[in-house]
């Protein structure tokens, strides 16, 4: 179905895959209902090629997994995305041509066609509920592949880039606890030196920025000023 | 919309994921949409908790990931579902509630919602197209969060029950060596101890199953009947 095809394309470039080949389609290609779903993902529509049985398609790979969900009785290993994402880096790496067969919605790869693989691609789900589609295997996988590849995060982190330092950590719990001794918080005196500790402890653990730091030394300075005169 | 609380629902039970809160839901609870979505996966609409607030939603929750592909400058952590996954499993097991917050479709969570959260969660994806919706979102995080409960494969490999011992494998290669000794296949016999090395690595690399190599022992035998009269 075109709309399997072009979500299949999206998940694909989401994750950076760009090779696309067909096995007969059932509504011949190019397909518009392929390119509506696809929402933008044409650098995988436009090169699309189309063969005429698997045979053809993977002719000239010399790694292909075939995906499927059901036992086979075909002594072909079996493996998990996550066991098969290195192993097509590697080969790629070594300038192989490696593939991943995916069947159509309903009726999968014939077992004919899964034997045509080096090995067998299964995602681990649910025992008690297994209903990934098309294009959600699609997903899983090209999100495995991805991570071989090491895309960065969209963006980074305001927090680790600023991090606050050790010294600017008891600087601020020292000021709150001078702010405390003048406002006779300490008190029995004995108990002094936990409840320090309990206070540094506390400011550590808060991980605050320098600005979230000036943020609160702000706050102790008019705290100590004390009630304003209504 | 009901299509994608219907869709994220059956990503998460397809993960083995159940608990779904959902922040004033636009067309109401429960919704015919989203059970029409969901194809099967009851367990997870069935206890739906409603929530008028993101607030509300999380507040007996210890540790809240939120979802968003923008930086927002606000001072998080930002993690990635790989790092994500086993944070959340080591805070489950010590008895913590967490949760996963995922905005609407198009809009996403707002900063302030996202304020709530302990760390922002984002799925590293291609620069150049990241178009991941709402259930590939869910997708992509709950299969990695599954990797944590280790899910086994749907089926066992029948290859790996089933590998030849190396006395099977030289078994097999003396018998194709010894028929091809009588063919006259061995010349000149200087040659003789590379051909025969070659012949020991090719029946080796062919990983074969003890059925598979029966199955050649008989195609041997039959060949060194020579051709058939005809």
Redesign the interface.
Known sequence: MGENIGAAA??M????LTGMRLVAPRDGWPNERAAATA???S?VLDQVEVFETVSDAIADCQYTLATT???R??????V?P?EAAPELRRRAEGGQRTAILFGAEKAGLETDEVAHADA?L???????????NLA?AV??IA?EW??QV???????????D?VATREQVEGVAGHLIEALDQAGYFYPPDKRPTMERNIRTLMSNADM?P??IQLFRGMIRQLMRGPKPS
């Open positions: 999206r998940a470039l989401n994750f950076g929402a933008g993902a650098a969900v059901r036992q009785g075909l002594f072909l290993p079996v998990e996550a067998i299964t995602i681990p789900v649910n025992p008690g509920f297994s209903s990934l959600q997903i899983v999100y991805s991570r090491g895309f960065e995060p969209m963006f980074g982190s305001a927090y680790d600023a920025t600005a979230e």
